[in-house]
């Protein structure tokens, strides 16, 4: 299972050589999966990531790729399109802008209010068909919404693409409140934490350093978590972000932590949390660092 995925949503403004080191830089910390969407950067992020792989056609067989559709940025038609034409449409644009032939994962960015899980199914149907994607995945969808999608399908849902850090964890916050009045009581999650894992879709947690706008590393208004990040990283002889992926990668459902960094250091220090650790109790100082409190 992925501990790491790089996410490419932020690389839009970078040359093509510092794409190339980023890569590179995932690649000698042992990271090999880099995430995609049709709508990052309108397509230049994935067209910026297919001319780096032009200039060293080596890469490709060293990356699992992995892209995301379904959602329209054309808000004069709609917001959402999960129908048979537009996914195989949109997943051979990425093609031609990634200038690859195959992508190793596809998937559904966001549910679509009229989801037909039929017409999905078709799509999956044709693309593994052509030989073009290797495995699906979705992303934002509650269990209960895999479980539907599932029943048309013929390939398993492997991912979940779900925002999810140690601010930001309304699964985790409701399974230890669960039927409390409080506000971490409240099931925003719809057991999908659960639905994972007893069906073994892995999730992928994006923003994982994500706070209110910026970061939360080093924001002062995270001033208690911060303060924990930084002993920790001191203690562990690491960053505070090293410590805040090693928070997730605590957790027992195996989540993959996809960085959105821009920096070839930062994804040195973030890979670091594989080797660390947290004790039970520093993971629950961290969670209750964040301003939360425990039946
Ligand atoms: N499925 C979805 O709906 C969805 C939504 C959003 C994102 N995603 C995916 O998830 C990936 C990650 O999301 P994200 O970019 O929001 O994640 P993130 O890793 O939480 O945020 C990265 C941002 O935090 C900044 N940052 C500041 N201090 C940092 C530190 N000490 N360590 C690490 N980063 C620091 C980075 O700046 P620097 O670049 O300067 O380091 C970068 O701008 C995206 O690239 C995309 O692939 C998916």
């Known amino acids: 299972m992925d501990k790491f995925i790089q996410g490419c949503m932020r690389i839009k403004d970078m040359s093509v050589a510092q794409v190339r080191e980023l890569i590179e830089s995932n690649l000698q910390a042992g990271i090999n999966v880099f995430d995609h969407a049709d709508i990052y950067g309108s397509g230049e992020c994935e067209i910026l990531f297919g001319k780096a792989l032009k200039e060293d056609p080596s890469l490709r067989d ?10 329209v940025k054309d808000l004069s038609c709609h917001r959402y399109d999960n ?4 996914i195989v449409d949109s997943v051979h644009k990425s093609l031609n802008r990634l200038r690859v032939e195959k992508i190793d994962r596809l998937l559904i960015h966001r549910p679509d209010a009229l989801m037909n899980p039929d017409e999905v199914a078709k799509a999956f149907d044709r693309l593994y068909g052509e030989g073009v994607v290797d495995s699906f995945g979705v992303s934002n969808f509650s ?4 479980e539907l999608l599932s029943s048309s399908l013929r390939q398993k849902i492997e991912y979940n693409q779900i925002r999810l850090s ?9 399974g230890v409140n669960y039927n409390r009045y409080n506000d971490g009581g409240v099931n925003r999650d719809a057991g999908t ?12 947690c994006y923003s994982p350093f994500k706070g209110r706008q910026k970061s939360f590393i080093g924001d002062l208004r995270y001033a208690k978590l911060n303060k924990l990040l930084k002993e920790l990283a001191f203690k562990y002889e690491v960053q505070p972000n090293t410590i805040a992926a090693a928070w997730l990668l605590k957790h027992p ?7 959105g960094t821009t920096r070839p250091q930062r994804v040195e220090q973030i ?14 100082e961290l969670y ?6 425990l039946p």
């Open 271 to 284: 890979a670091k949390a594989k080797d660390i650790t947290l004790t039970r109790s520093e993971w629950y």
């Open 253 to 259: 459902a195996n989540f993959a932590v996809i960085n």
């Open 288 to 293: 209750l660092a964040c301003g939360r409190k």
């Open 62 to 71: 060293k990356i699992v790729l992995q892209t995301k559709c379904g959602i």
């Open 143 to 146: 269990g209960s919404q895999i």
């Open 83 to 86: 129908s048979t034409n537009y």
């Open 193 to 204: 934490l659960e639905y994972c894992r007893l069906n073994k879709v892995q999730i992928q």
């Open 166 to 174: 140690i601010v930001h964890c309304p699964m985790i916050e409701n």
